[in-house]
């Protein structure tokens, strides 16, 4: 079976232009959750989607934002790209919300966003 | 707000000898994940340890969590280059007043194996 997939795998955008990225769950699963990783530093959460709700987010700015489809794929949006914006974005799905069940999120391979 | 340290950060050590990575997280939580994670991929999901006094092994790495000291470890034994890497502990708390579960990670631990 096919594992949570990205897109694209890099990316490089000047400063104040906008970027999205790409994701697509394991078959079955239908939360997304979408992590920022900085150069040396732990995945940090920005948004959970279930079932094409926004569940919550962590601790970003409304430059960031996603959206869930139908088929459960999701998007991550950023706007007015900084340079402190460059980072790994992963994607994680899982069947069900951790604490409704699921027993852990799977990570995509990431996308490499370089802002210059 | 919860944190999660990891400790040490940095580690080199040869192979064939033991060590322990500890992680201590600030709430409540009975969940805890260990991930490892080589330069430039993805997580790659080692452990999930879901109750006080869960213990999981695979091969040379041993997992445990305390829930009440609010501890966890990863023991390696006898190392073996194979295993440098960074690896990561992570608890999961609910956000914006309980809609979701994200993962809230520690800073990782750099571990490097000598020959």
């Known amino acids: 079976d096919a594992g949570v997939t990205q897109s694209p795998t890099h990316l490089i955008k000047t400063r104040g232009q906008h970027v999205t990225l790409r994701c697509s769950p394991i078959s079955g699963h239908k939360s997304v959750s979408w992590y920022q990783q900085v150069l040396g530093q732990g995945p ?12 919550g987010r962590g601790n970003f700015p409304d430059r960031f934002s996603a959206r869930q489809f139908p088929n459960y794929s999701s998007e991550l949006n950023v ?17 069900t919300l951790l604490r409704q069940g699921a027993y852990e999120q799977y990570f995509g391979p990431g996308t490499r966003l370089t802002v210059t | 707000e919860l944190k999660v340290e990891q400790n040490p950060l940095f580690l080199s050590m040869q192979e064939g000898k033991n060590y322990t990575i500890y992680c201590n997280y600030s709430t409540t939580s009975d969940r805890l994940y260990w991930y490892r994670q080589d330069p430039g991929k993805s997580l790659e999901s080692l452990f ?6 869960a213990v999981k092994q695979e091969g040379r790495l041993m997992a445990s969590l305390d829930t009440k000291a609010r501890l966890s470890t990863l023991h390696i034994t006898a190392a073996v280059h194979d295993l440098s890497a960074t690896y990561f502990c992570a608890v999961d708390i609910m956000y914006s007043g309980g809609g979701a579960d994200g993962l809230t990670f520690g800073k990782g631990t750099h571990l490097i194996i000598q020959p």
Do not use: H, M, P, T
């Open chain 1, 79 to 95: 706007n007015a790209l900084l340079l402190g914006d460059s980072a790994l974005y992963l994607c994680a799905s899982s069947l």
């Open chain 1, 44 to 55: 940090q959460f920005i948004f959970q989607y279930y079932e094409k709700e926004e569940r």
């Open chain 2, 48 to 53: 999930v340890l879901l109750s006080n006094g």
